[in-house]
């Protein structure tokens, strides 16, 4: 049976893809972001996923305004980046597994999830930001990935409680896979962020750290807050944070925090990655 090895935050800023690029990972305004990831470096070593679900939120380069899907799922052989304009080298393509997408869409669609499938998907830097994160040098860790697409783009955006949902609903179907794989649950973006308009740089502290709490054990407590409170508390990008509501969904039992960096500012982001594992033993997956 497939299982669950964990779930990892992070965000997915081009400035970061630039930075790798560039090789800055010690420069003094990097290195307190770029140290967050020895342990995670170490936590995958000791790991060994061989699929990572991943979370993120396109930003133009797969879906346009004229056709946004709220859910999109990948169900493709590889999933290939292109130019975004953002100056960072196009990353190398990514593999997928169709098989375990197939697995897992017709599970969220039994589950009366009206995603959209696609067979052919581009991922952009909030994909391949990440994975360069996770895995340095672009072998990916020699892993598969299910790209998961929220729409955090084009308003009405799907709320923190449903995004908690699609988690939940993607990690039964992960522990319902008959194959004896090592799954990881990755949600991208965040946190607090704004790039444009008059709160341009827009930074909340204060809201980050009760997300960072409260998304470890008590994600119902975020589930308060509509996606226009979180325009108005995280910033008009900050709504990413809808994909670590996703990721955490698709944790089982009790959940403990194995590593958290939080670094202001990286670009216009309040930069975060976290680390979390699941307790099997304590309790089971909420209904
Ligand atoms: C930045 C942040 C993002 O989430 C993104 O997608 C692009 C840019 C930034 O802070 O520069
Ligand atoms: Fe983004």
Same mark, same amino acid.
């Given at each position: 049976m497939a299982r669950i090895i964990g779930g990892?935050?992070?965000? @997915? &800023?081009?400035? %970061?893809?630039?930075a790798i690029a560039e090789n800055k990972q010690d420069d003094p305004y990097?290195?307190?972001?770029?140290?967050?990831?020895?342990?995670?470096?170490?936590?995958?070593? =000791? !790991? *060994? +996923?061989? %699929?990572? $679900? &991943?979370?993120?939120?396109?930003?133009? #380069?797969?879906?346009?305004?004229?056709? #946004?899907?709220?859910?999109?799922?990948?169900?493709?052989?590889?999933? =290939? !980046?292109?130019?975004?304009?953002?100056?960072?080298?196009?990353?190398r393509s990514i593999a997928g597994d169709p098989a375990f997408s197939w697995h897992l869409i017709n599970s969220l669609v039994a589950d009366e999830f009206d995603i959209t499938i696609c067979q052919e998907m581009l991922v952009d830097h909030a994909v391949t930001v990440p994975m360069a994160l996770m895995w340095?040098?672009?072998?990916?860790?020699?892993? *598969?990935?299910? +790209?998961?697409? %929220?729409?955090?783009?084009? @308003? +009405?955006?799907?709320?923190?409680? *449903?995004?908690?949902? #699609?988690g939940r609903s993607i990690g039964n179907a992960i522990e319902a896979y008959q194959q004896d794989v090592r799954v990881l649950v990755v949600g991208t973006g965040g946190l607090s962020h704004q790039l444009d308009g008059t709160r341009a740089g827009f930074i909340n502290k204060e809201f980050d750290q009760l997300c960072l709490n409260?998304?470890?054990?008590? +994600?119902? @407590?975020?589930?308060?807050?509509?996606? @226009?409170? #979180? $325009?108005?508390?995280?910033?008009?990008?900050?709504?990413?944070f809808l994909n670590w509501m996703a990721m955490r969904g698709a944790l089982p039992g009790h959940v403990v925090e194995m590593h958290r960096n939080y670094h202001i500012p990286i670009s216009n982001t309040a930069a975060a990655t976290v680390v979390l594992e699941s307790r099997m033993e304590a309790t089971q997956r909420a209904a």
């Open positions: 990892i935050a992070t965000t @997915h &800023v081009p400035a %970061i893809g630039k990097w290195r307190p972001f770029f140290k967050g990831f020895d342990f995670v470096h170490g936590w995958l070593a =000791r !790991n *060994r +996923p061989d %699929i990572a $679900v &991943v979370f993120y939120n396109d930003h133009g #380069l797969n879906f346009f305004l004229d056709k #946004l899907p709220t859910f999109a799922v990948g169900a493709a052989q590889t999933y =290939r !980046n292109e130019d975004e304009g953002w100056g960072i080298p196009v990353a340095p040098g672009q072998s990916w860790g020699g892993i *598969r990935i299910v +790209p998961v697409s %929220i729409n955090t783009v084009q @308003h +009405p955006l799907p709320s923190m409680a *449903r995004c908690l949902k #699609l409260k998304i470890v054990n008590e +994600p119902e @407590h975020l589930t308060q807050y509509s996606t @226009h409170d #979180l $325009v108005v508390k995280a910033g008009a990008q900050g709504v990413e």
